[in-house]
């Protein structure tokens, strides 16, 4: 069998090529995942080792791209979670942020997974690599405190959301749902007096409600970085819009730094992410 002599070999060249395959063309990637195990125990970084379920778009993709992930918001990330002295990943998965955050030197991370599976298991690598800096809460976050159902789906849980979703593969789970402003009141958490914490939110249409229930801390201007998912499809499917998501942030005073790469209209249903920083920082200069 050779799905586990080509995963080793897959790790090597990982590693050697900072902790991401290589660009390739389509057929040998698509060759090569074929070829590869169902679950894999890989080490995601350097000295952090997570299973991962190759199956799962998010995980395969993220654990194969590294760096070049959802470019250019791993990159970005990374920079801001160097210099934060918090960060929040609201709608953690696996936990792929989570623990690059971790290990670019941010002191604080709380990953939110309403899902109890994901949560379950990144709690497991947390504790397996013995991340001390790092917190995991099975909540969701959302405008107000309720117990809502998570539309979970099988063969893509990057996709689970707490919005309309009708799957063939699909189930429910009903979780927590609390406020950002809430939960941090109840942690003892003290808001910064600076910009010193970095949110990524990416909760398949409920960012919005997210926003709304942390109004305090992004009015303190508590946030150095928001990065927001802002998916037409799933945003307006939970009666919202991108553009919703940016006049709030506007009105909290947080502009987004990329300008015009927010959808301008419903038609318009490439999936971006908003990078928002507070308005007197919109020079803040990031690596590509």
């Not at 299973?51 to 993220?62: F, N």
Request: with cysteine; charged share 25%; proline share 5%.
């Amino acid at each position: 069998m050779l799905s586990r002599p080509l995963l080793r070999a897959v790790e090597l060249v990982r590693r050697h090529n900072g902790y991401a395959v290589p660009r390739t063309g389509a057929r040998l990637h698509e060759a090569v995942r074929r070829s590869l195990p169902e679950r894999a125990d890989v080490e995601l970084l350097p000295g952090v080792r997570t299973e991962l379920d190759l199956r799962q778009p998010v995980e395969l993709q993220s654990w194969w791209q590294g760096g070049r992930y959802e470019h250019p918001t791993t990159q970005r990330l990374d920079d801001w979670s160097a210099t934060a002295s918090a960060f929040f990943d609201i709608g953690a998965n696996y936990g792929f942020f989570t623990l690059r955050a971790h290990h670019a030197g941010c002191p604080e991370v709380h990953a939110f997974e309403p899902n109890p599976v994901l949560h379950e298991r990144l709690s497991a690598t947390v504790a397996r690599n013995g991340l001390g800096g790092v917190r995991c809460h099975n909540l969701g976050l959302g405008d107000s405190p309720s117990r809502l159902a998570l539309q979970v789906r099988e063969a893509d849980l990057g996709h689970s959301s707490f919005g309309p979703r009708t799957w063939d593969d699909g189930h429910t789970v009903t979780v927590d749902v609390v406020t950002f402003d809430g939960w941090r009141a109840s942690a003892g958490l003290d808001l910064p007096q600076e910009p010193r914490w970095v949110a990524k939110i990416d909760v398949e249409g409920y960012e919005r409600r997210v926003l709304e229930g942390m109004v305090e801390a992004l009015g303190a201007a508590a946030f150095q970085a928001v990065v927001v998912e802002l998916n037409e499809l799933t945003l307006q499917s939970c009666g919202t819009s991108a553009a919703d998501v940016v006049s709030l942030l506007a009105a909290s005073g947080y502009v987004n730094v990329d300008g015009g790469a927010v959808p301008r209209s419903g038609a318009d249903q490439r999936v971006r992410n908003g990078f928002f920083v507070p308005a007197g920082a919109r020079d803040l200069e990031v690596r590509e």
